[in-house]
Structures are given as structure tokens and as C-alpha cells.
């Protein structure tokens, strides 16, 4: 506890009247006192005190040390009046006012906020921040730090105008590496009169060719293909005919997507290419048996929302997404064939530096086909067996490959030369007026 010895002001009049009279001091008017919640002072009063009363003894304690001195403590925020009698029958007022011990609450501003402008005023139960700080955070942060020294908190801090955000540029590649395999192998027999025997052994999956039984010139055979298949032997000594399927396939990279995207720092920004497929929905109740059409998004999206950081590096949450029709897994409903979505999606929180790329790879869709196709019996025979055998393998393996590299980029100024589509040649280039356009010119 702190206290303070106070000599009351007095006035030339008062003074002079002191001097004359023996009976005690004249007061000219009450005297303000201030002091804080917590804290003591001591006044001196010039003769012997008789009496003292207060206002309010729940916001100052007073009590008389000697004959001529004052205590007096502040126990809670506010304003009382103390009149003073003396043993002469002099009396003298004083206006205390209580204030908040704003001491510690200031410590903690300056401690926390060093480079703001903060400053803190009381009034009764409420405390009022004035001053300057940098942005809306900071002041919403002040004013919570004073909340526990007030029961209002009374928010009065000049925001400064916000700084120009920087702009981030995005640039994404949706890439499917497409590694599709087909393997497929088939023999088809034809005979135009081996052994005296016309016909044809086949599975049926790759219909090739047939014979014709009625005979030509020379009383040949003639025979008639549909598909040579990939490869096709005839022997006219033996007149026998032999088609043959042996094929494989292999797909390679295809680029989907290539989206440059430009947002503002700590804003989201979202690209969307694909399109809407309707989905009948049947209704219930009231309505049972209307049937209304929703429609459904497909395609490539990408969301992500970037925040520059105070090391130079740029924070992103980023969600890619690739979703495509799906027939294979289709349902049929009343008539309606509502095809199922094959998707594809991530979502992530990187960090990297201006220029820096990413990719984010491993969405693979790995599938294989086979369908098989014999000849009953023929296709059992050690050996030739397999001349009778068909078969069709199909192997899909896709997988989804996402590039990006974010980079920091500021408008064009009005002087800048504006970058334009690059034309692979000079579109409508201007065509040269004739004699007789020039002639007329002149005459103009």
C-alpha cells in the first residue's frame, strides 16, 4: 500500500482569512482529490480535526492518524465527498475520486503490443482504449487483453488502412498417365478343299471369313474375307487359309487440364471445368410418383487458399479434385440410365517457397479385363490346342498426376505492355486497297 502526503490548496483569500482569524482555516471551494483503486493517501489539515464524514464508506476508507493528518484509502472505483469539521467548527469539503489502477493493464499493452499506439483510459466500471494499431486483429486482441479489468470494455483504437494483399498465381496440370494394355490372340481356320473337305474352324469372337461351296473355274472354291485380322496366309497348293489375331496396345500421357488461377492473399479461389449430368429423383408423399431432375457436377475442380508467410514462403491448403462418368456401374431406373461417378480427390497443406512445384501422384486405378473364347474339345489338344483358343486381355491402369507451382505476381501498370494470345500466323492480315480505292482517296 502507497501513501501520499498532500498539502491542501489554498487560496489567497482563504490564506488571508487564515491569517486574520484564529478560528480555523477558510476554504474557498472543495478541494479535488483523485487516487486509485488500492492505494492511500495523506492530507494535512491545518487545525485540529473534530470530525470527519464521507458519502460513501464503500468506495473510501478515512480515518484520522493525528490530530492534523488524514488517511484515506481507495477501496473501489468512484466519486465520494468527505467534509472535514475542525474542533473550531471550521468545515472543508473535498471531491475524491477512485479511479482503476490502470498501471498493470498498461504494462501488459506495452509488454504486448511494442510497436502500437495504445492507450487506456477509465470512467466509473469501464475502460477506454484510444490510440492507433496496425491492423483489426491487433485491436480485437487489445481488447480482450483489457477485458479482465473491466466489466466494459469500450474499443475506441483507429484502425490503420489496410496494405495492398499481394496476389498469388497458381499454375496447375491435371496429367493422366494412361497405361491401358490390350493383348489379343485368336486363330481362324479356313479350308477351300483340303482333303476334299470345305469349311471352317473358328471361336467366333473375330469372325474373319467364309467359304463359298459353290465352285469356280477350274472347280476352285472361292472364299470370301470379312477381316484379314493382322495377319493372313493362304496356301493354294494345300487350300488351306489361316487368319491370325496377335495384337498389343499401350496408351500413353494425356493432359486433362491446365488451370492458372490468380486470388488474393488468405482468399479462396476454385476452377471448375466439366459439366452437369441430370439425375431423375422419384418424390414421396403428397407427391409420390412425380419424378424431377437434379443435376450433378463432373470434371476437374480445384480449390486452394493461399497465405503468404513472413518468411517469404507461401502456405496452401489445396483440394484437386477429377471425377468422370461411369457407365460400367450405370443404374437403370424407370427407363432413366443414371450413370455412376468415377472420382478422384485430395486435400493437403504444403508450404513452399515462390516458384517452388509440388506434385501430388499415387491416384491409380489399376483394372483388368479378360474374356477367353475355345472350341470345344479341340482346344483340349496337346500341342494345337491353343489354335483353337481365343482370348482378349484387357489391362487399365490409370493413374492421376497433379502439378503445381505458385508464384507471386503484381498487376500490369498502365504502361506495361499487355501479353496477348500468341497466333500461330497473322490473323486477317490487312488487305491493300485497289487502283481505283487510291485514286479515289486522292480525289477526296
Not at 43 to 52: E, L, T, W
Amino acid at each position: 500500500m502507497i501513501f501520499k502526503r498532500i498539502a491542501p490548496i489554498v487560496s489567497f483569500a482563504a490564506a488571508a482569512a487564515l491569517a486574520a482569524s484564529n478560528n480555523g482555516w477558510a476554504q474557498s471551494g472543495p478541494e479535488d482529490l483523485r487516487l486509485t483503486v488500492g492505494k492511500s493517501i495523506v492530507i494535512d489539515y491545518p487545525s485540529d480535526i473534530g470530525r470527519i464524514s464521507t458519502s460513501n464508506a464503500d468506495i473510501v476508507d478515512t480515518a484520522p492518524v493525528t490530530n492534523r493528518e488524514i488517511l484515506i484509502h481507495g477501496k473501489s472505483f468512484g466519486t465520494v465527498t468527505m467534509i472535514v469539521w475542525s474542533k473550531v467548527g471550521q468545515r472543508n469539503f473535498y471531491n475524491i475520486t477512485v479511479e482503476q489502477n490502470l498501471a498493470p493493464l498498461q504494462k501488459l499493452l506495452r509488454e504486448t503490443f511494442g510497436n502500437e499506439d495504445i492507450h487506456v483510459q477509465s470512467s466509473r466500471d469501464s475502460l477506454s482504449l484510444t490510440g492507433h494499431a496496425s491492423s483489426k486483429d491487433v485491436a480485437e486482441r487489445a481488447a480482450a487483453l483489457a477485458t479482465p479489468f473491466a466489466k466494459t470494455i469500450v474499443n475506441n483504437l483507429e484502425i490503420a488502412p489496410a496494405r495492398v494483399e499481394k496476389q498469388i498465381l497458381l499454375r496447375v496440370k491435371f496429367a493422366e498417365l494412361d497405361r491401358d494394355a490390350a493383348s489379343q490372340f485368336a486363330v481362324n481356320l479356313l479350308s477351300t478343299g483340303a482333303t476334299n473337305t470345305l469349311g471352317r474352324v473358328t471361336t467366333g469372337q473375330f469372325p474373319s471369313g467364309n467359304v463359298d461351296p459353290s465352285t469356280g473355274s477350274g472347280g476352285a472354291s472361292s472364299l470370301t474375307i470379312s477381316d484379314a485380322l493382322n495377319i493372313f496366309a493362304f496356301r493354294p497348293s494345300l487350300n488351306l487359309a489361316a487368319l491370325i489375331k496377335a495384337l498389343q496396345s499401350r496408351s500413353l500421357l494425356e493432359i486433362l487440364a491446365e488451370p492458372n488461377l490468380v486470388t488474393t492473399n488468405g482468399k479462396e479461389a476454385l476452377f471448375t471445368v466439366g459439366g452437369e449430368f441430370p439425375v431423375p429423383i422419384l418424390q414421396g408423399g403428397a407427391n409420390s410418383g412425380a419424378v424431377t431432375v437434379m443435376f450433378k457436377e463432373f470434371g476437374v475442380r480445384l480449390a486452394f487458399n493461399p497465405v503468404v508467410t513472413e518468411n517469404h514462403t507461401i502456405k496452401m491448403y489445396i483440394r484437386p479434385e477429377v471425377s468422370t462418368l461411369d457407365f460400367t456401374n450405370a443404374v437403370s431406373l424407370n427407363g432413366f440410365t443414371i450413370p455412376a461417378l468415377s472420382t478422384r480427390k485430395m486435400e493437403t497443406n504444403i508450404e513452399l517457397g515462390e516458384g517452388q512445384s509440388f506434385i501430388i501422384a499415387g491416384l491409380i486405378d489399376n483394372r483388368v479385363t479378360e474374356s477367353m473364347a475355345r472350341i470345344p474339345g479341340l482346344s483340349s489338344l496337346p500341342i494345337i490346342g491353343n489354335i483353337f483358343k481365343t482370348k482378349d486381355e484387357k489391362k487399365s491402369r490409370t493413374e492421376l498426376v497433379v502439378m503445381v507451382t505458385p508464384e507471386i505476381t503484381e498487376p500490369l501498370q498502365p504502361g506495361d505492355v499487355k501479353a496477348m494470345p500468341q497466333m500461330p500466323s497473322e490473323f486477317l492480315a490487312p488487305v491493300a486497297p485497289s487502283p481505283e480505292a487510291r485514286t479515289e482517296k486522292r480525289k477526296k
